[in-house]
């Protein structure tokens, strides 16, 4: 393969990129956002990923990889160009195919020679056809395309190494001559290959993503029934765990799935059912279940506090899952406007995640409420009135149980990701409410204070 041009520098083409050079491919990626092309060469990630920046400053030093703005340079004489520009949602569901329409139709004034573009966004069914129709509509020169479909599959956190040892890859063409260039791509990957129709790739990246999305709420609606008829969601799931026709993956009960992903991959699938005609009733379910699973452990805060004004409440973690600092869907982003009305003074903690969200909440007052981020997990909890746990980072799994009970005010924890063992917070005296778990020293601790304050007086 002489040349591959990459089109979108985020969390799929940016990875894609460096990892085509990684095997011996020489590529060039575009991205409209000139900054980020400028960080790019100069060998810096504008993303967090573990293991990118240090394979993308070793591809620019080999000459694999290089960036630029200029579109027309990078498509002209390609071999194939890959789509990794975003599907945003739009306001009804469906899929924003904005992105990939503003590309089809640079690459069909721009390229010279015959060219294979393959479509890694995830997209409905039916897209690859019509991105195919309108290039060849628009095409400038005299020359051959197709359009393939080669959905991505990596999870934000471990982005690089879901790339370079994928369970497998998934191309969808329609002849022999798009699916032996792919072929010839990923040759060096040395990884499983499954080979099938453009409309079945498309359907395949929905179907996956939706299924995991559709597990997740399924142990989160387990998990809420656990706590009100007093079974442990960890022993379900522990349970469960064992049966091959389960699997051991995705048992975990949380405060619902965020990311860039799972939330509008499930609403366009909907979307699509209902465009069909269809009514797509286990995943309308699974979106149903995720959005009241987000603001959960602020319902179960409000209950047992009569209000947040004038609270400190301790955030820990912000992003929608840990080793990203991507915010997009984070239930952080659902919960603090609740608390910032309600005049709390919300002091956050999150190891990455804390640039991206200050730009979306400068430090300061916000209303009745006002919003400071440390950098020390200890400064969050100093004097806290309530602590809300929404990302297990490392960094918040150790903060030790005595911690919470030394530092804060009262010691009262609501933990999203169920990272501590009950026993522990039972022993460190914490009053403790996690997800599909029975409360720990409900009420006890300030209950217990008040006692030891009155025996200090008599
Ligand atoms: P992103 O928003 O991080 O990146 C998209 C990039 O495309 C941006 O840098 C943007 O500036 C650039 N762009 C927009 N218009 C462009 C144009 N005309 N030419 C060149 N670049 C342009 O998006 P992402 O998270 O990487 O997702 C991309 C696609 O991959 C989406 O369809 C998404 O659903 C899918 N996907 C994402 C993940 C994930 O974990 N993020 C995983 C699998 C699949």
């Known amino acids: ?67 630029t703005t200029d579109y027309q340079q ?13 599907t945003p949602e739009n306001e009804d569901g469906s899929a924003n195919l904005s992105h990939i329409a503003t590309v089809a139709r640079e690459i069909a004034e721009s390229i010279e020679k015959d060219c294979l573009v393959v479509v890694k966004s995830t997209v409905p069914v039916g897209t690859n056809h ?51 260039i792919l072929t010839e791509i990923y040759k060096p990957f040395n990884l499983p290959i499954v080979s ?16 995991l999305a559709l597990k997740i709420s399924y142990m989160n609606d387990i998990a809420n029934l656990c706590e009100l008829t007093g079974a442990d969601i960890q022993d379900v799931s522990r349970g469960m765990s064992f049966d091959d026709r389960i699997g051991n993956k995705f048992l975990n009960a949380g405060i619902g799935y965020g990311g860039s992903c799972f939330p509008k991959d499930t609403k366009a699938l909907e979307y699509l059912a209902r465009n069909n005609n269809y009514e797509l009733k286990t995943v309308k379910a699974a979106i149903d279940v995720n959005e009241e699973q987000k603001t959960v452990l602020y319902k179960k805060a409000s209950n047992r506090l009569i209000t947040f004004n004038g609270l400190k409440v301790a955030i820990l973690g912000l992003t ?35 640039k991206n969200f200050r730009e979306i909440y400068p430090e300061g007052a916000h209303g009745k409420g006002t919003i400071t981020y440390v950098e020390d997990v200890e400064v969050a909890l100093q004097g806290a009135n309530v602590c809300l746990i929404f990302t297990e980072w490392p960094e918040v799994k150790s903060v030790s149980p005595e911690t919470y009970k030394s530092l804060m005010r009262t010691p009262l924890v609501y933990d999203g990701r169920n990272i501590y063992e009950l026993k522990d917070m039972e022993v460190s005296e914490v009053e403790y409410y996690s997800i599909g778990r029975p409360p720990i020293n409900k009420g006890g601790i300030r209950e217990t204070k008040t006692y030891e304050k009155l025996k200090a007086r008599i």
């Open 1 to 67: 393969m002489n040349k591959i041009a990459v089109a979108g520098t985020g969390y799929v083409g940016l990875v894609a990129g460096v990892c085509f050079a990684e095997v011996g491919h020489n590529v060039i990626c575009v991205d409209i956002d000139k900054e980020k092309i400028d960080k790019l060469k100069a060998g810096i990630s504008p993303i967090f990923e573990a293991g990118l920046e240090s394979l993308l400053k070793k591809n620019i030093l080999d000459g694999r990889i290089d960036f």
């Open 74 to 86: 990078a498509y002209k004489d390609a071999d194939a160009i890959f789509l990794g520009v975003g």
């Open 130 to 180: 019509k991105v195919e129709q309108f290039i060849n509509d628009f095409l400038k020169n005299e020359v051959k395309v197709e359009v393939a479909s080669n959905p991505e599959f990596l999870a934000q956190g471990s982005a690089v190494h879901d790339t370079l040892f994928a369970q497998r890859i998934v191309i969808g063409t329609e002849s022999d001559w798009a699916e032996n």
């Open 196 to 211: 099938v129709s453009r409309n079945s790739a498309e359907m395949i990246k929905y179907a996956s993503n939706d299924f």
């Open 320 to 354: 929608f899952k840990p080793g990203t600092d991507d915010l997009r869907e984070a239930p952080s982003l659902k919960n603090v406007p609740l608390l910032l009305a309600e005049g709390a003074n919300i002091f956050a903690f999150d190891p990455i995640g804390t």
